[in-house]
């Protein structure tokens, strides 16, 4: 599976975008997918995850704000964020995996194929 991810921009505080995840190869349905951003200086985190059958999770500073979907047809998972925050600056990456149980969905080590990864910068 090939990754691409792409949508990240300049945006003001308040602001919204919607990253997009496009993945090339069989069977992505059945991957778990999540989206990973990493801050510079900072640690990779994890912001929101989405199982085969559509169930979701969110780390909870992202519940409320960001949403994540998946169209299955196109092979894409998105990433709708708003109210945008200057600390929501950061790369943006996602990542996938076939077999990711839902307590290990927040790790990144579980991730086998990864995004090359959009930056979002949000201006004060």
């Known amino acids: 599976v090939q990754l691409q991810a792409f949508g990240g921009g300049l945006v003001q505080t308040g602001g919204s975008l919607r990253l997009s995840c496009a993945a090339s190869?069989?069977?992505?349905?059945?991957?778990?997918v999540g989206w990973f951003r990493q801050a510079p200086g900072k640690e990779r985190e994890f912001v929101a995850g989405?199982?085969?059958?559509?169930?979701?999770y969110y780390a909870d500073s992202k519940k409320g704000r960001f949403t994540i979907s998946r169209d299955n047809a196109k092979n894409t998972v998105y990433l709708q964020m708003n109210s945008l925050k200057p600390e929501d600056t950061a790369v943006y990456y996602c990542?996938?995996?076939?077999?990711?149980?839902?307590?290990?969905?927040?790790?990144?080590?579980?991730?086998?194929?990864w995004g090359q990864g959009t930056l979002v910068t949000v201006s004060s």
């Open positions: 989405i199982r085969r059958g559509g169930v979701t």
């Open positions: 190869g069989r069977a992505f349905s059945n991957h778990v």
């Open positions: 990542a996938a995996d076939q077999s990711i149980i839902m307590s290990s969905m927040t790790s990144s080590q579980y991730y086998r194929y």
